[in-house]
């Protein structure tokens, strides 16, 4: 069963500092990884998909990278604003399968 | 392009009492998913459905039933309410068929339900 891990939790920066969020997961057979944003008492908006052929895409600000092999993504945000603050989840498909699995998220804080 | 939206937006029910969720989507999608969002549990599978007509069930569907007579819509039922199920409900939609759409999944607003 495939597992899906978002760390940090909850991660409070500075404005303006570059970050990575992490994202693994256990199969390495996947179809897709997609990236979301979602802001309190709101929906998941997609920010990236990556499908499994791609190494990474970019939006931006920002930059989401897949090694499959190693089972890990990470979502870059470039010199971050407090309008970035929201929490990101990552979901994997895994290749087969219509359902994607979610991470339970990091809570981002932007603060000026 | 509406994409997805769910009908409502908040709900207040009383332990028994049954009600239906709305999802609607302007895409075309073929594929549609009803999850609930709870504090420290994530995001979790309800039902989801891969065609009009056809219904599955995910990973927590007990208390819940779905239909999808039509493709663009995706009905969550509650027959008798429990607080268990009060929580944050999203419906989402996706395609596999759609050129470059690579099944990205695309979320409604979602419906806040409390059982009292």
């Known amino acids: 069963k495939q597992e899906v891990t978002q760390i940090p939790a909850a991660l409070s920066v500075p404005e303006g500092e570059n970050l990575v969020l992490n994202c693994s997961f256990t199969d390495s057979a996947i179809y897709n990884l997609q990236w979301f944003r979602q802001d309190p008492g709101k929906g998941l908006t997609s920010l990236l998909l990556?499908?499994?052929?791609?190494r990474e895409q970019t939006s931006g600000r920002l930059n989401a990278s897949l090694d499959k092999s190693s089972g890990r993504s990470t979502l870059y945000i470039a010199a971050s604003q407090p309008g970035d603050s929201a929490t990101y989840l990552c979901?994997?498909?895994?290749?087969?399968?219509?359902?994607?699995?979610f991470g339970r998220g990091t809570s981002l804080i932007v603060h000026p | 392009n509406a994409g997805v939206t769910q009908t409502p937006k908040f709900r207040v029910l009383k332990t028994g009492q049954s009600m239906t969720l709305l999802c609607a989507q302007d895409m075309n999608h073929e594929y549609m998913y009803w999850y609930r969002q709870d504090p420290g549990m994530g995001l979790r599978l309800i039902h989801y459905?891969?065609?009009?007509?056809?219904?599955a069930k995910g990973e927590v569907p007990d208390g819940y039933n779905v239909s999808r007579l039509k493709k663009q819509n995706f009905l969550l039922g509650l027959e008798s309410a429990a607080p268990s199920q009060t929580s944050v409900y999203f419906c989402a939609s996706s395609s596999l068929l759609l050129a470059t759409s690579y099944n990205e999944q695309f979320f409604g607003p979602g419906t806040r339900l409390t059982v009292l």
């Open positions: 990556i499908q499994s052929s791609q």
């Open positions: 979901a994997v498909q895994p290749g087969g399968s219509y359902i994607p699995t």
């Open positions: 459905s891969v065609g009009e007509g056809t219904t």
